[in-house]
Structures are given as structure tokens and as C-alpha cells.
């Protein structure tokens, strides 16, 4: 449905401003859809006064923006997720609260409702789940495995670039005309030009691709980084899980993502020169969509699960001062879980008109999963049993997810058998179960992340108490939130309906909207942990970086680490080195030598791939022929002349490291080793006591 | 000639002093390896999707109205010649040639990818005049949607040759451009594999079937 010439602004006008509707037509909807793009501006507003205020626009350009440190790297994806996951959560109170308003229309208009379920979906799942996942492992991954970054840093920060770019085009979308109403799977036909000529499926459509490209790189950095990068002796057998799980992750990266890829551009290819790959007439098949999406979208849950279960490993081992239990068997269920993710995808669509015994082969398939997954459920199980627990608020967060996720996993058991799914398939049954698995196995596996590796990153503890408040909201709001939509789900209530009329939904949906406004206070209460967190610094400061009596090398260096994490590069002898180093009390040894560290020059290459991007995309939705053009020369001529560049090292020298790294050794030194019993005292200066009984 | 020492991968002559080198290209080279992989899902993709819509005409010309074999039998060719060229700026570069041996090599396969290209052209414009364009059938589309994304794929390596030339040129034979053109040679060779696919699953899978 393309017209050309459409002008020098192409289709943008100021119809598309949000509050050209309001002065139209003021209602709720319209007063919703206002508030909306308004926090946006202030949002925005606030954050460029701040920063202009306490002048940091050089700081952040200088230490942040260019940098090309993994742990930089990590700080700003997670920053950028917990932003959208703001978003996220806000987004689904609102549509609680349209279905807690009773049967009839609520305050929503039925557009409106079906944007805001589409932009939830979309946000929690790219720009929420996957940055935050990521930017965990950024952070960890190279410390874990003794590395001094990751393989690619600067693609790095062109793959956080993309992936930023895409998300504020979903803010974009809030203030500039709609996003789609097509769910975040974005069906055709129903998003192709005849139904939907709007800008809606077109924000959708860029950020897929622009974000999928970022996150493909990621994918492959990630691969390599793990596979190339760790230190000498850490044979795969001694890897840390949560590298176990992360390098699975990358491999289902870099083969789920290009089915997304190709579904998303084969759709943009229908819209923008009326291509017929899912169009309705003249051969079109939107059956191949469905395929396509799901060739990515079911693997996407396992490389957003998996990394989780990784955070569990080390959590389970760390505040039991136990080995992790049955390694072997994790490793292999990791794989096995990695490999059958992509022999499942059909049961997305049992009902759209397969024959019976490829439905009944997708169910098997599916069920299969349960089976590595049962396993990690019992090797957990087994690395608490008569270990030295502690509940930590990590470990809080996992006794929650170990009880609640087995719940998740029973419903996808059920949902996996074609008959069953023939009824419930398109509830919020459904709704009820991703949310079981997604918000106790991802959310509360990155939030106990988080927490765990938070004063490794910031050099101090999280405040405990404010931890467990979070812990006991995230709990109790998704337990009031989602399991009443399993009973509604099984009464028939369809999901992304804006209405109903059946006044027996209605007690559900009370106790549900009471849910999301705990999960309200959840999202609020851990910006209240992380603000009393950095007043009360000096009292839980830990600079000699070990504060949990970890067992994996990222707690044997300071906290937080030097730009070049390892002065020197440790030889691995163990599966938990460290651990074992400080059983034989070889724990921070003094180096011999010292070498000078080459290190990955600061770029703004990411920045300005960021920003092209993003003009880019924004050109491309409204049709604005001549920048998008320009914008696409930019790009290539931008990595073009950057690969001219040869400054691309910074050398440290051997003295700097051996200053810095004696400065610290003597701090160990002169600290206190303190015992489990004190470890959430200010007397936990981050220099751990081995534990009083040694179990393996 | 003097015969390099042991490597890694052939072609590169980092020398056993450059151990840091060596390790660089290593993971640069299989970074780029899995990069490939990933690429190759987008094509087998569109393979898939191709097989499926190879009756989805619509009432459109077909294949037998549309495919022109002998110039795909000509761009078979020129490309195949295309990574015997690549391959003999590989054998300069492992031998120590002097540069304006590679950058020969650079400049017949650059001539022979364009030549590639706009044989591909003329074939799109002449499907189109016999009414074969996109907008026409879900055939047409995956059609459509596979073989240009060859051709994007070989222009982007021309402008890479381009890009790789220039800077053999300014900078000289250094690390990290020689890491570059076994990269491009990888990249090149991929192009030719994918051809095969193309001419085996689109010119006569579609002659065959479609």
C-alpha cells in the first residue's frame, strides 16, 4: 500500500500528536492516551534538567556513552530495562484495571486497549526481558570465565546502541502517532496495509528488526566471548552454570533470531511494495508468518529462562555453601532444553488447521521439556538438601520461583496437550501461564541477579529489608494477579478482550487489578531498596569484593572491579576455583609480575549508530523517503570510515595495575574475615570466612 | 618463497611472534564464522518459504514463462570464477605476493561480482516485462524475496572489496586488515554456496515443479 510523494514530511502530521484527539474528543480514553505521551515528556524533560543541573552531560558522554567496558555495557542495558519495565508494568495496571471496571465498556476505548496489549508484550519481551538478561551477562559473563572483556566490545556497544534505539522508538510511538494494535506477535493479515494502514504495525515492524539485529550480535559476541575467552584451565566441564546457560542462550540467539528477522521484513516487504507473502489474495500465506514468528518466538522463551536458571545455580550453591549439585545433569538439561526449544514451536497454533498427528507430535515434543526441566528442579532441590542455608534475598527470590514456576510448568504441561489447548487456547488460561512461568522463572531470576551481583558491580549491599519487602510484593502481586485468570481462563473468558458481559468474570478481575496495584508497589518498592540502598553506602560498603562467600573467580577482585578486571589472569584448577582457593587458603595470592593490559579505546560508534538508527526507523514509518534514504548512506558510511580508525588500544601500564592491585591486597589483608552469621552486618566488608563445616 | 610457519587458519601470516595477533584473528575469524550461520538461517528461511509458495501463482507467469537458464548458467559461472579469484588473493596473501598481487586478484573478482550483478538485473528487468514482478503472486514475492537478497548480499561484498582495497592501500599489509580479507574470503566463498542453493532450488526446483 505504497504512495509515494507523499511530501516532504510524508505522512506526518500533526493528526498524528495525541493531543489533537483530545481536543476533539475529550474522554478517558483519550485523558489516558494523553497522561501517557505527557510522562514521556516530562520524563524526558526531567532527565535532560537533571543531567544540565549537576552538569554530567561530559561524565556521561565521557564514561558512559563511549565506553566500550562490559560492565558499562551491563549497568546501561539493565538502566534501560528497568525504564521499560516501568512502562511495562504500568501498561498492564491500566488494562487490569479497564477489565476490573466490570462487564460492559470500562474506560478504554477497544483501539486503545489493543495498543496497550501490544506494546506491553513487545516491551516486556525485547525491551525489557532480553536488555535486562543481557545485561546481566554482560556484566558477569567475562568475570565469571577470567576474562579481561568480551570478544567483540565494541560491537558490544553497537549491539546496546540498536537495541536502545528500538525501545525509544516505542516511546516515540507514544507521543507520534499509534502503535500497532496486533499484539506483540503481529498476525497477518490483520497488520497487513488492507487492514491496517496506519503507522501502528510499521513502529512495530523497525523495532523488531533494528533490535533484532542488536541482539543477534549480542547473541554471537556472547558465543564467542565464552567460547574463545576464558582463562586458562576452565575447561567446559569447569565453566560456572550461568556461563553454561548463556552461552545455550546465544546459540538459540543466533538461530531464533533470524526467523524474526525474515517474518517482520517479509511483512514490512507486504506493506511498504505490496509484496504477497501474508496477504489474503493472489497466493499469500499467512500460515508462513505463524511459522516464521513462532521459529523464534518459542526459542525466545528459553534464551530469556535459561540465563534464570543459570542465576538460580549460582544462588542455590552460593547461600547453601554447598557444590552445586549434579552439574552434569544441569549441563546436559541446559543443552537438552536448548535443542528441543526448536521442535516445539507448532503448539503456538494447534487450532489453525494441522492435521492431528502433527499436532499430536508438537504435544509430545513439548511435554518433552518438562523432563530436563524436572531435573534442574530436583538438582536444585538436592543443592539446598543439608546445605548451610541462608535466606538472602536471592535465595528468597528462588524458594519463591522454585514453588511457583513448578505451577507455570504444569499449566504449559496441560496447554501442551492439543485437546486440552482446543479449549482453552486463546484465554487468559493462557495469559495466566506464560505470566506464571515468565514472571517467577525470568523476573525474579534477574531480580535476584540483581541482588546478587549488585555489590559487585557498586562496591555496596543492597539494603536487606527493603530486598525482602520487594521479594514478599513480586510474591503476593503475582500470585492476587495471575492465578484468578487461570479459573477465568478455564470459564472461557477470552484474552485481549476490552469488554465482557458475564458478571461471574467480574470477582476475578477485582482480586486481580488488587494484584497488579501490589505489583504496582513491588515496581516502586525497588527503586525505594536501590534510593536507601545508596544513602546508607558507607555502612554496606564491601571493597574486597567478596561479600557472599561466592565460589565462582567474579569474587575474587575488588568491588568494583578495575576497568581491566584481572591484574592478573588466574589459571583455573576447579569447577568453583575460588571456593577452592579458599578452602586451601590460596585465596588472593600475590602476583610475581605484572604485565602491561591492552585495553578497547572508548568509541562513540554505538551513540551514533543509536541515533542514525533511530532516525532511521522514524523516516521509515512515516514515510519520510529522502531521510530514510540519507540515513541509510550515514550508516554505511559511518563503518566505513570508523573501520579507518587503528587507535583502537589503551594501554595500561604494568605499574598503574601493580599500584592498584598491591592497594587492594593489603586492604584484604587488613580486613576482618567475617562469618555467614554477620553477613548481612556492616561488618561485611566484602572479605568472607570460609564456611564452619566444609560440604561438597 | 619462503613457506609461512603453522597457522590456524590458512592465509594469514601474523608469524609465531604475533601470538596476541594470532589470538585475534582466532576469535575474530570465528566470530565471523558464526555470523555465516546465522546469515545462513535468514536463506534457509527463505528457501522454505520459497518451497512453499512455489505454486501459490495466482493465475502469474511461472517459472517456465520467467527463468532464463543460460543467463543463469552465465551468472553461475562468473560467480563460481569469482571465488576462484578470492581463493587466488588467499594463495598471494599465505605466500607473501606483494600487495599489488592481492589487490589485483581484488579488482577481477570485484569485476566479475559486478558483472554478476547487473547480469542479474537485466534477468529481473526481462521477468518483469513478461509481467513476472513481485507485486504479482506469492510465487513472485518469494521469488522476489530470495534471489535480491543474494544480489544485496554480493554488492555488499563488492563495496567491501572496494572498502578492503583502499585500505590495503593506505595502511598496508597490517594485522588487522589481512584479518579482514580472510574474512572477506570467507564472506565470498558463502556467496558462491548460497548460489548453489539458488540455481538447485529456485531455477530448477521451480523448473521442475513450480
Not at chain 1, 501490544?118 to 526481558?129: D, N, R
Not at chain 1, 525470568?442 to 527493603?466: C, I, M, Q, S
Request: aromatic share 14%; glycine share 8%.
Amino acid at each position: 500500500m505504497t504512495s509515494p510523494g507523499t511530501g516532504f514530511f510524508g505522512r506526518l502530521n500533526w493528526d498524528a500528536l495525541p493531543v489533537t484527539g483530545l481536543i476533539q474528543n475529550p474522554n478517558a480514553n483519550e485523558i489516558v492516551a494523553n497522561a501517557a505521551a505527557a510522562i514521556v515528556l516530562v520524563g524526558v524533560v526531567v532527565v535532560v534538567g537533571l543531567l544540565s543541573w549537576f552538569r554530567l552531560w561530559t561524565p556521561l558522554w565521557r564514561d558512559w556513552l563511549t565506553s566500550v567496558d562490559h560492565k558499562k555495557i551491563g549497568i546501561m542495558y539493565v538502566v534501560f530495562a528497568i525504564v521499560m519495565l516501568a512502562r511495562g508494568v504500568l501498561e498492564g495496571v491500566v488494562m487490569r484495571a479497564q477489565q476490573a471496571a466490570g462487564p460492559g465498556d470500562g474506560f478504554l476505548e477497544a483501539e486503545h486497549f489493543a495498543e496497550l496489549f501490544s506494546t506491553h508484550g513487545t516491551i516486556m519481551i525485547f525491551f525489557v526481558a532480553v536488555p535486562f538478561v543481557f545485561g546481566i551477562a554482560n556484566y558477569v559473563v567475562p568475570l565469571m570465565i577470567g576474562a579481561r572483556d568480551v570478544a567483540f566490545p565494541r560491537l558490544n556497544q553497537i549491539s546496546l546502541g540498536l537495541t536502545v534505539s528500538s525501545g525509544m522508538m516505542l516511546m516515540v510511538s507514544l507521543v507520534v502517532g499509534r502503535f500497532s494494535t496486533g499484539g506483540w506477535t503481529a498476525y497477518p493479515p490483520y497488520t497487513g496495509a488492507a487492514f491496517n494502514p496506519g503507522v501502528g504495525p510499521d513502529y512495530w515492524i523497525w523495532a523488531i528488526v533494528v533490535s533484532g539485529v542488536g541482539t543477534t550480535l549480542t547473541g554471537i559476541n556472547f558465543a564467542v566471548t565464552i567460547y574463545k575467552m576464558r582463562a586458562p584451565g576452565m575447561t567446559f566441564m569447569r565453566l560456572p552454570m550461568y556461563c553454561w546457560t548463556i552461552i545455550c542462550s546465544s546459540i538459540l540467539i543466533v538461530f531464533a533470531m533470524p526467523p524474526l528477522g525474515v517474518a517482520a521484513l517479509l511483512l514490512a516487504a507486504d506493506r511498504y511494495l505490496d509484496f504477497h507473502f501474508f496477504t489474503n489474495d493472489l497466493g499469500g500465506n499467512m500460515m508462513n508468518y505463524a511459522n516464521l514468528f513462532w521459529l523464534f518466538g518459542h526459542p525466545e522463551v528459553y534464551l530469556l529462562v535459561l540465563p534464570a536458571y543459570g542465576i538460580y545455580s549460582e544462588v542455590f550453591a552460593t547461600f547453601s555453601a554447598k557444590r552445586l549439585y549434579g552439574y552434569n545433569s544441569l549441563v546436559i538439561a541446559t543443552m537438552s532444553i536448548a535443542v528441543l526449544s526448536f521442535t516445539v514451536w507448532l503448539h503456538h497454533f494447534f487450532t489453525m488447521g494441522q492435521s492431528a498427528l502433527i499436532n499430536a507430535v508438537f504435544g509430545i515434543a513439548t511435554m518433552l521439556i518438562a523432563i530436563p526441566t524436572g531435573v534442574k528442579v530436583y538438582d536444585w532441590m538436592a543443592t539446598l538438601w543439608r546445605g548451610r542455608i541462608r535466606f538472602s534475598v536471592p535465595m528468597l527470590y528462588g524458594l519463591a520461583f522454585l514453588m511457583l514456576f513448578v505451577i507455570g510448568g504444569l499449566s504449559g504441561v496441560i496447554l501442551a496437550n492439543p485437546t486440552v489447548d482446543y479449549q482453552v487456547h486463546n484465554t487468559l488460561f493462557l495469559v495466566a501461564h506464560f505470566h506464571n512461568v515468565l514472571l517467577p522463572g525470568v523476573l525474579f531470576g534477574l531480580l535476584a541477579a540483581y541482588n546478587y551481583w549488585f555489590p559487585k558491580a557498586f562496591g555496596f549491599r543492597l539494603n536487606e529489608f527493603w530486598g525482602r519487602v520487594t521479594v514478599a510484593l513480586w510474591t503476593v502481586g503475582f500470585l492476587l494477579t495471575f492465578m484468578p485468570l487461570y479459573f477465568v481462563g478455564l470459564m472461557g473468558m477470552p484474552r485481549r478482550s476490552f469488554s465482557y458481559d458475564d458478571p461471574s468474570f467480574h470477582p476475578f478481575m477485582i482480586v486481580a487489578i488488587v494484584g497488579a496495584l501490589v505489583i504496582t508497589c513491588a515496581l516502586f518498592s525497588v527503586l525505594i531498596q536501590l534510593w536507601v540502598s545508596i544513602r546508607d553506602r558507607e555502612k554496606t560498603r564491601v571493597p574486597v569484593g567478596d561479600p557472599w562467600d561466592g565460589r565462582t573467580l567474579e569474587w575474587s577482585i575488588p568491588s568494583p572491579p578495575p576497568p581491566y578486571n584481572f591484574a592478573i589472569i588466574p589459571t583455573v584448577t576447579d569447577r568453583d576455583d575460588f571456593a577452592a582457593a579458599k578452602d586451601k587458603g590460596a585465596a588472593y595470592p600475590t602476583p610475581d609480575a605484572y604485565e602491561d593490559i591492552e585495553l578497547p579505546r572508548n568509541t562513540g560508534i554505538g551513540f551514533v549508530l543509536c541515533v542514525l538508527s533511530g532516525v532511521w526507523m522514524f523516516a521509515l514509518v512515516w514515510w519520510i523517503w529522502w531521510l530514510a534514504a540519507l540515513m541509510t548512506v550515514l550508516m554505511i558510511l559511518v563503518v566505513i570510515v570508523w573501520t579507518f580508525d587503528d587507535s583502537t588500544e589503551l594501554t595500561i601500564p604494568a605499574e598503574e595495575v601493580r599500584k592498584d592491585h598491591e592497594a587492594w591486597l593489603a586492604r584484604v589483608h587488613g580486613e576482618k574475615a567475617v562469618d555467614r552469621d554477620f553477613e548481612t552486618s556492616p561488618e561485611n566488608r566484602g572479605l568472607a570466612r570460609p564456611d564452619l563445616e566444609v560440604i561438597t | 618463497m619462503k613457506r609461512a610457519p603453522t597457522h590456524s587458519y590458512p592465509g594469514i601470516n601474523l608469524g609465531e611472534r604475533h601470538a596476541s595477533a594470532h589470538k585475534a584473528t582466532e576469535v575474530v575469524t570465528f566470530g565471523f564464522w558464526v555470523f555465516l550461520m546465522s546469515d545462513l538461517v535468514y536463506f534457509g528461511l527463505m528457501f522454505a518459504t520459497y518451497i512453499t509458495m512455489i505454486d501459490a501463482q495466482a493465475g502469474g507467469p511461472g517459472p517456465h514463462e520467467l527463468f532464463d537458464l543460460k543467463s543463469v548458467f552465465a551468472q553461475t559461472l562468473i560467480l563460481l570464477t569469482s571465488s576462484l579469484t578470492v581463493g587466488l588473493a588467499m594463495l598471494a596473501l599465505k605466500y607473501n605476493l606483494p600487495r599489488g598481487r592481492i589487490v589485483l586478484w581484488f579488482g577481477v573478482t570485484l569485476l566479475l561480482g559486478i558483472s554478476f550483478l547487473v547480469l542479474e538485473v537485466r534477468d529481473f528487468m526481462a521477468m518483469a516485462e513478461k509481467g513476472g514482478i513481485p507485486q504479482r503472486s506469492g510465487f513472485l514475492s518469494a521469488f522476489f524475496g530470495l534471489v535480491p537478497l543474494h544480489g544485496v548480499h554480493v554488492a555488499a561484498g563488492c563495496l567491501w572489496l572496494i572498502v578492503l582495497g583502499i585500505q590495503l592501500h593506505v595502511k598496508g599489509m597490517t594485522d588487522v586488515v589481512i584479518s579482514r580479507v580472510v574474512r572477506l574470503a570467507l564472506f565470498w566463498h558463502f556467496l558462491d554456496l548460497i548460489w548453489i542453493g539458488i540455481i538447485t532450488i529456485v531455477y530448477f526446483g521451480g523448473l521442475t515443479y513450480g
